[in-house]
């Protein structure tokens, strides 16, 4: 399922001053991330689009993982692009632009359902319905995937959230340490703990 809403049109249009990254079809995909960063800084509506067509999927995908409602994972994107935006001239510079949105999206869903005094419910049955994508299906065919969504029950909140970053968003154990605010051995331990429980459901 994909994010049903569309880019919140709060960039300005181009007024000749700003930098842009037009190629034939948009931005140029042999520019890399800094540059794209700096556009976006820049005023760019052009990087400041590509980021969010980028990003808003996979960003949706991880709220409903993490447990929060459709509507209120829409809204925190939503809010969080409007708040880049406005606040884009006292940001640093970001080499992993996939990696800073994942950590302040976390962060303010995380502070949004707090507010709603709802707590981190991930890998529902029907969250873990979401995730699985034509690759997993394809390795594992038979009866046993049914049965995953109740050995991931099983399974610690923080374990079940490394394992989705890391390979339903392909992030690195690095990466995943960011985004969680963890040290790179916790996330090893997670991971390697969680994948055990899986595999020995997986072979029975």
Not at 27 to 56: C, M
Not at 113 to 119: G, H, N, Q, Y
Not at 185 to 197: E, F, H, P, T
């Amino acid at each position: 399922m994909k994010a049903e809403f569309k880019l919140d049109d709060t960039a300005p249009r181009n007024d000749g001053n700003q930098i842009l990254l037009h190629s034939a079809k948009g931005v140029d995909t042999d520019i890399n991330e800094l540059d794209i960063w700096r556009a976006f800084k820049g005023g760019s509506p052009v990087a400041y689009r590509h980021i969010y067509e980028q990003n808003v999927d996979d960003l949706y995908k991880y709220g409903i993982s993490l447990g929060g409602d459709k509507e209120v994972v829409l809204d925190c994107i939503q809010d969080l692009f409007i708040e880049v935006w406005q606040k884009r001239n006292k940001l640093g510079e970001v080499t992993k632009i996939k990696n800073y949105f994942f950590v302040s999206f976390r962060r303010k869903l995380l502070r949004m359902l707090k507010r709603e005094k709802k707590s981190l419910s991930i890998f529902s049955s029907s969250h873990f319905e979401v995730l699985i994508n034509k690759s997993i299906e394809e390795e594992v065919m038979d009866e046993r995937i049914h049965g995953l969504p109740s050995v991931l029950r099983k399974l610690s909140k923080s374990k079940l959230e490394a394992i989705n970053l890391r390979f339903f968003h392909g992030y690195t154990c690095e990466d995943i340490a960011i985004i969680m605010g963890i040290n790179k051995q916790s996330v090893y331990n997670k991971i390697s703990s969680a994948l055990k429980v899986l595999k020995h459901h997986l072979t029975k």
